[in-house]
């Protein structure tokens, strides 16, 4: 079964700092990738996503992916944090032709201003 | 328009009682899920639901759960027997189409607390 490890539980930062997250997925074939976001009190959102093409994705609020095939990562990164990205950060991975993405247990981002 | 609605936000309950979770999904999505996410863990994945195709019911943990769908719409949960266990965060998503592309859409989830 696919499994998606999301290396960081828990980071603090200060504002401006840069942020990256990790993400890696188990499967070897063709996948799809996502990063969800759950803001303080809100919803799970898309963050950004990967099909194909360019491995290096671009997302809301200045948030970026890249995919890196052959280490199995999908690491989100941000330059310059703000306080208002404290949130939970979920990673999915979609096998290509699967309906069903595996999330990731999610990490967990307190930005102090 | 509006996005998924899910009801009751909260829902304490004795052990051994059954709870029923409704979710809205939004409207012209085919496709519709139901998660579950404990404390510190990811998503877990219950039931999926496509049109008017059979439910993938793969994800369900025991056979106290079940859900449907009515009309290709609203979607309910039913756990029946609830333990302690169950106690968590019960997520519904709905997206359009089938397939791995589809972006979910969520809703605010219910929080199902076992005494």
């Known amino acids: 079964a696919q499994s998606v490890s999301q290396h960081n539980h828990h980071v603090i930062l200060s504002e401006a700092a840069s942020l990256e997250l990790g993400c890696n997925y188990s499967?070897?074939?063709?996948?799809?990738l996502f990063w969800y976001v759950q803001y303080p009190g809100q919803h799970l959102q898309l963050l950004l996503k990967?099909?194909?093409?360019?491995?290096l994705v671009k997302g809301i609020k200045g948030f970026e992916a890249e995919f890196i095939k052959s280490k199995f990562s999908f690491n989100l990164r941000k330059p310059s944090v703000q306080w208002s990205d404290t949130a939970e950060y979920f990673c999915?991975?979609?096998?290509?032709?699967?309906?069903?993405?595996?999330f990731g247990r999610g990490t967990s981002l307190i930005v102090h201003p | 328009g509006a996005g998924v609605s899910q009801s009751p936000s909260n829902k304490v309950t004795e052990k051994g009682k059954d709870v029923e979770l409704r979710c809205d999904p939004i409207?012209?999505?085919?496709?519709l899920y139901w998660y579950r996410q404990s404390l510190g863990q990811g998503l877990e994945f219950l039931i999926y639901?496509?049109?008017?195709?059979?439910?993938?019911k793969s994800g369900l943990p025991s056979d106290r759960f079940s859900a449907e769908r009515t009309g290709g719409s609203v979607s309910t949960l039913t756990i029946q027997r609830t333990q302690q266990e169950d106690s968590a965060v019960y997520l519904c998503?709905?997206?359009?189409?089938?397939?791995?592309?589809?972006?979910?859409?969520f809703g605010p989830g219910t929080r199902l607390t076992v005494l």
């Open positions: 998503a709905s997206s359009q189409g089938t397939g791995s592309y589809n972006e979910q859409f």
């Open positions: 499967y070897g074939g063709t996948v799809n």
């Open positions: 990967y099909f194909s093409g360019d491995p």
């Open positions: 999915a991975v979609n096998e290509r032709g699967s309906y069903i993405p595996t």
């Open positions: 409207s012209g999505h085919t496709a």
């Open positions: 639901f496509q049109g008017n195709s059979a439910p993938d």
